[in-house]
């Protein structure tokens, strides 16, 4: 297939009253990988700041434990918008400390001299700003945000681990439907061959908790995507199986010591069972 250049022409979504504020902050929340950031979940819009306004947005990446304060305006960047973005970024780090937290700015022009001052802030603030472009195309618009600024300097504090508010499993059936979730049962059954006492899947809203019936400690835990499966766990020997896992072609991560996250998609899942089987079962003998 041959592409074509297709003209287009720059608008401000600021200059048209069908495009609210309101009504990116919903786009947004529907689309939230269209930020750049990967896909991410909603915990909160409009949220409350005591004797400091609300909000915009509240988004995180569960399986990496970042949360992401998000101020939306159109138009171009102003003085209280910056202040506002880093007021919130503080407030919600202090008020949970276990997570990182990075502010985010989106406005419709950064401009050069307020880019200029983020860009000494980040030397201490994670902060990325992102300058939405509106495009017209004939009688449609293309969204196309574009980072301008991303500078996060990330830490890790060590807490228990908390997934948030309790859900049914059809949540998460519509969220990232049923071949994921089967995926996930079938970590259960991995994991049910040697756990005593036998081990069941929590919902939450941020993540799948894999615990005791009644306990709130978690010997694995699970971050299904629509493609996908992360699965987290602790193993004290964490840097051989990263080493063993990637020579299997086996996509994992880790964060820190004495953690692994692991990729698992149902494709590959039959020919990788038998690492991940003596993965689960060392987590849960340490555990």
Not at 1 to 14: F, G, N, W, Y
Not at 58 to 69: F, K, N, P
Not at 270 to 276: N, S, V, Y
């Amino acid at each position: 297939m041959t592409l074509k250049v297709t003209e287009h022409e720059r608008i401000r979504l600021r200059d048209l009253p069908e495009f609210s504020e309101a009504w990116l902050h919903e786009y947004i929340s529907s689309h939230t990988s269209i930020l750049g950031l990967g896909e991410l979940d909603v915990l909160d819009r409009e949220r409350m700041q005591q004797c400091a306004g609300r909000l915009d947005m509240l988004l995180a990446d569960s399986e990496d434990e970042v949360r992401y304060e998000v101020e939306i305006m159109l138009g171009a960047t102003d003085p209280s918008h910056i202040i506002r973005c880093i007021e919130y970024w503080d407030i919600e780090r202090r008020r949970y400390p276990a997570y990182d937290h990075v502010a985010v700015l989106v406005a419709e022009e950064v401009t050069s001299r307020f880019l200029n001052v983020m860009s000494l802030l980040a030397g201490s603030i994670p902060l990325v700003a992102i300058q939405l472009n509106a495009l017209k195309i004939g009688d449609q618009i293309v969204l196309d945000f574009v980072k301008v600024l991303d500078q996060r300097a990330l830490r890790t504090d060590e807490t228990n681990e908390t997934g948030g508010a309790t859900v049914d499993r059809q949540t998460w059936v519509k969220r990232v439907g049923e071949e994921i979730m089967k995926l996930c049962d079938r970590v259960v059954e991995l994991a049910n061959e040697v756990a005593e006492p036998k081990l069941e899947l929590k919902y939450l809203k941020g993540h799948l908790g894999l615990c005791p019936h009644g306990s709130f400690f978690n010997v694995a835990a699970l971050f299904p995507k629509k493609t996908f499966l992360p699965i987290r766990l602790r193993v004290s020997d964490s840097e051989i199986w990263l080493k063993k896992l990637e020579e299997a072609g086996i996509q994992v991560k880790s964060r820190k010591p004495g953690s692994l996250t692991v990729h698992v998609r149902p494709p590959e899942m039959r020919q990788q069972e038998t690492m991940l089987r003596e993965l689960i079962h060392q987590a849960i003998r340490e555990f």
